[in-house]
């Protein structure tokens, strides 16, 4: 078995950001975009209790909503660190709060079977050995202060020791997301990559690591996958000419990080066609969510997960395990398949009979997965304008959402 085999077969994930900006409700960017007085933002760990964290419901709602893997940020651009670091003070362990929320995490998701992952920050604005135009100094006052070597060096120790940490102390991890790598770094290689690489694999050695320690690849090593973000792309991705593991993230609303303004969540009709969109080119789906600075999970989140798992548990089989189908989809739908099955997804109501190329004589029996109603093949007439090898089929009764299990003859 290859190390990626869970990966291919999971299809879907649930990514989490949360961290100080939850406190503040303004998204994960909110220390560099908004107007903050020095240490301010710093002072919200002073504030940050939050009691209502329950990894718990967490785990059962990704699960229940058929994610297979979980990644967490465990320090995202600001610096603040969501585990009980060696290495600095800015941590949720120096909090009000006082526990580490990424060992408790890990271990109820864990336990709940699904995979781990840990998203960390490559960048820290918080650090004086970063520096870099999309950082806030920069973004406010079109600034930028050039590092020390001794400033620079310290800053990519404190990075190897905090991946160091997460890989050695809390069991095993099977995917590190690493992020980003700016486009004004892009022909340098800021962050030492294969010194950080061959520390994560000799202490890991099944992760997965994604493709953001180098913003160019072409010209670089290999990566375990590639990250995509908040799209779909048109065909399966492709690197140096071959096939590649992929994923892309994305967000329920507008933002990452929790904010109490943003009420712009996207339907579940527009999460299933993001969903079957990635399986239906050999890709995952990472889906996020934003907790706030209590702890809760937003409400209309948790109604799209539930929404999510009521479509999993008659329509999973679509997606998990699943992949690009060897037949090209009609219009208004998307195909995945798995095997000898082909799985059309209906992105609409059918206007009436859908017609399938390239499947005529070539299909057993078509059945509806949500109620295993037979759907009718249509060969008794309207074959005039057809082509030789299309199908026509009748799903009566069918809406947006539907999936239609087709079996191919062997």
């Given at each position: 078995?290859?190390?990626?085999?869970?990966?291919?077969?999971?299809?879907?994930?649930?990514?989490?950001?949360?961290?100080?900006?939850?406190?503040?409700?303004?998204?994960?960017?909110?220390?560099?975009?908004?107007?903050?007085?020095?240490?301010?933002?710093?002072?919200?760990?002073?504030?940050?209790?939050?009691?209502?964290?329950?990894?718990?419901?967490?785990?059962?709602?990704?699960k229940?909503?058929?994610?297979?893997?979980?990644?967490?940020?465990?320090?995202?651009?600001?610096?603040?660190?969501?585990f009980?670091?060696?290495?600095?003070d800015?941590?949720?362990?120096?909090?009000?709060?006082?526990?580490?929320?990424?060992?408790?995490?890990?271990?109820?998701?864990?336990?709940?079977?699904?995979?781990?992952?840990f998203?960390?920050?490559?960048?820290?604005?918080?650090?004086?050995?970063?520096?870099?135009?999309?950082?806030?100094?920069?973004?406010?006052?079109?600034?930028?202060?050039?590092?020390?070597?001794?400033?620079?060096?310290?800053?990519?120790?404190?990075?190897?020791?905090?991946?160091?940490?997460?890989?050695t102390?809390?069991?095993?991890?099977?995917?590190?997301?690493?992020?980003?790598?700016?486009?004004?770094?892009?022909?340098?290689?800021?962050?030492?990559?294969?010194?950080?690489?061959?520390?994560?694999?000799?202490?890991?050695?099944?992760?997965?690591?994604?493709?953001?320690?180098?913003?160019?690849?072409?010209?670089?090593?290999?990566?375990?996958?590639?990250?995509?973000?908040?799209?779909?792309?048109?065909?399966?991705?492709?690197?140096?000419?071959?096939?590649?593991?992929?994923?892309?993230?994305?967000?329920?609303?507008?933002?990452?990080?929790?904010?109490?303004?943003?009420?712009?969540?996207?339907?579940?009709?527009?999460?299933?066609?993001?969903?079957?969109?990635?399986?239906?080119?050999?890709?995952?789906?990472?889906?996020?969510?934003?907790?706030?600075g209590?702890?809760?999970?937003p409400?209309?989140?948790?109604?799209?997960?539930?929404?999510?798992?009521?479509?999993m548990?008659?329509?999973?089989?679509?997606?998990?395990?699943?992949g690009?189908?060897?037949?090209?989809?009609?219009h208004?739908?998307?195909?995945?398949?798995?095997?000898?099955?082909?799985?059309?997804?209906?992105?609409?109501?059918?206007l009436?009979?859908?017609?399938?190329?390239?499947?005529?004589?070539?299909?057993e029996?078509?059945?509806?997965?949500?109620?295993?109603?037979?759907?009718?093949m249509?060969?008794?007439?309207?074959?005039?304008?057809?082509?030789?090898?299309?199908?026509?089929?009748?799903?009566?009764?069918?809406?947006a959402?539907?999936?239609?299990?087709?079996?191919?003859?062997?």
């Amino acid at each position: 078995m290859s190390k990626s085999d869970w990966f291919v077969d999971a299809r879907f994930g649930m990514f989490i950001h949360w961290g100080l900006y939850s406190l503040a409700g303004k998204g994960e960017w909110s220390y560099a975009r908004d107007s903050w007085k020095a240490g301010q933002y710093e002072k919200l760990m002073k504030k940050f209790n939050p009691l209502a964290f329950d990894p718990a419901l967490w785990a059962r709602l990704a699960k229940a909503a058929g994610m297979k893997y979980v990644v967490f940020t465990t320090r995202h651009h600001d610096g603040f660190c969501m585990f009980d670091s060696h290495f600095s003070d800015y941590k949720i362990t120096n909090t009000p709060f006082g526990k580490d929320v990424t060992r408790m995490l890990v271990e109820t998701f864990r336990d709940q079977g699904l995979r781990i992952g840990f998203y960390h920050s490559l960048p820290d604005w918080t650090h004086p050995g970063y520096a870099d135009k999309e950082s806030p100094e920069f973004m406010r006052h079109g600034e930028l202060h050039k590092p020390t070597d001794a400033e620079y060096q310290d800053f990519i120790n404190l990075l190897y020791h905090h991946l160091e940490q997460l890989l050695t102390e809390y069991g095993r991890i099977d995917l590190l997301f690493l992020d980003y790598t700016s486009k004004y770094k892009a022909n340098e290689d800021y962050f030492q990559r294969d010194r950080q690489l061959s520390m994560i694999y000799k202490l890991q050695p099944d992760i997965l690591v994604n493709d953001r320690l180098s913003f160019n690849k072409e010209q670089v090593r290999d990566f375990d996958y590639y990250t995509p973000e908040i799209c779909i792309p048109n065909q399966p991705q492709m690197v140096k000419g071959k096939p590649v593991l992929w994923e892309t993230c994305a967000t329920m609303n507008n933002h990452w990080g929790y904010c109490k303004g943003d009420k712009n969540f996207k339907s579940l009709e527009t999460l299933l066609c993001g969903l079957t969109g990635c399986v239906s080119r050999n890709g995952n789906l990472l889906l996020n969510v934003g907790p706030d600075g209590n702890g809760c999970i937003p409400q209309t989140s948790i109604h799209r997960l539930q929404d999510l798992a009521a479509w999993m548990k008659m329509n999973s089989e679509s997606i998990h395990g699943a992949g690009k189908a060897d037949y090209p989809p009609p219009h208004g739908t998307i195909f995945t398949q798995k095997g000898n099955d082909l799985f059309l997804h209906l992105l609409q109501a059918p206007l009436g009979d859908i017609i399938l190329p390239q499947l005529r004589d070539k299909v057993e029996k078509i059945t509806l997965l949500r109620n295993g109603a037979d759907i009718p093949m249509i060969t008794h007439w309207g074959f005039e304008l057809l082509q030789d090898n299309e199908l026509r089929i009748r799903p009566c009764g069918t809406k947006a959402g539907d999936v239609l299990k087709i079996t191919l003859k062997r």
